[in-house]
């Protein structure tokens, strides 16, 4: 299994662009979340989805959108870049909520 | 939202036992202890979790107390390769990460 994987690694971005971080598992596990690190903080969640079609907000969810059409992707949009998002992010993935999350190796992000 | 507090930072020497405590008086009846741990540039790792009883695994032990308020980590023989920031969260339909507990061990 490779776990959870997350593509690009680092990514520069204009102020205004576009992108979207990718996510993927393939341990089958139903419950996957994304969650941002800025320098020196905790993690903060941005959106989490319990399984496929289902998707909800978490603590900072402005400036991010989600989908889930797979068990195995978890794609986060960034609709419109600003500097505040400069900020490692992580995604996670678990068979359940209350059993252990596994993270992938993290994106990080810089927003110029 | 049930939140926890956790003391900014702590020291330990090397092969010695470390206890890491959290505070989370409003817990709810329902909500389990996970406790990961962040090394240096990596993600967050899973150490352990639990409801009620205290758990052991390969990595470490959790100590809940009765009341279910606090509950503890406990390293048995820090090494220098457990010198992390340990996170104490709790299960409430999302996974809030504090600031967590920066854990220095000297050799």
């Known amino acids: 299994n490779a776990g959870v994987t997350q593509t690009p690694k680092f990514q520069v971005l204009k102020t205004g662009q576009s992108m979207t971080l990718q996510c993927a598992q393939d341990?089958?596990?139903?419950?996957m979340s994304w969650y941002r690190q800025d320098p020196g903080m905790g993690l903060r969640l941005i959106h989490y989805s319990v399984g496929a079609g289902i998707t909800d907000q978490g603590e900072v969810p402005n400036g991010y959108n989600v989908s889930r059409s797979t068990t195995e992707d978890f794609p986060l949009r960034l609709l419109s870049a600003a500097p505040s998002q400069t900020s490692v992010y992580f995604c996670?993935?678990?068979?359940?909520?209350?059993?252990?999350?596994?993270f992938g190796p993290g994106t990080r992000l810089t927003v110029t | 939202d049930a939140k926890t507090t956790q003391p900014n930072s702590m020291e330990s020497n090397e092969e010695e036992p470390v206890h890491l405590p959290c505070n989370h008086s409003?817990?709810?009846?329902?909500?389990?202890i996970h406790w990961y741990r962040q090394l240096p540039s990596q993600g967050p790792e899973y150490v352990i979790h639990?409801?009620?009883s205290n758990v052991n695994n390969r990595m470490a032990s959790l100590a809940i107390a009765e009341d279910r308020k606090s509950s503890t980590l406990i390293l048995h023989r820090a090494t220098l390769r457990d010198a992390a920031v340990y996170y104490c969260i709790l299960r409430a339909n999302d996974m809030r990460f504090g600031a967590g507990t920066r854990l220095t061990v000297k050799p």
């Open positions: 341990m089958n596990h139903e419950y």
């Open positions: 639990g409801l009620t």
């Open positions: 996670a993935s678990s068979p359940d909520p209350d059993y252990e999350q596994y």
């Open positions: 409003t817990i709810s009846g329902t909500d389990y």
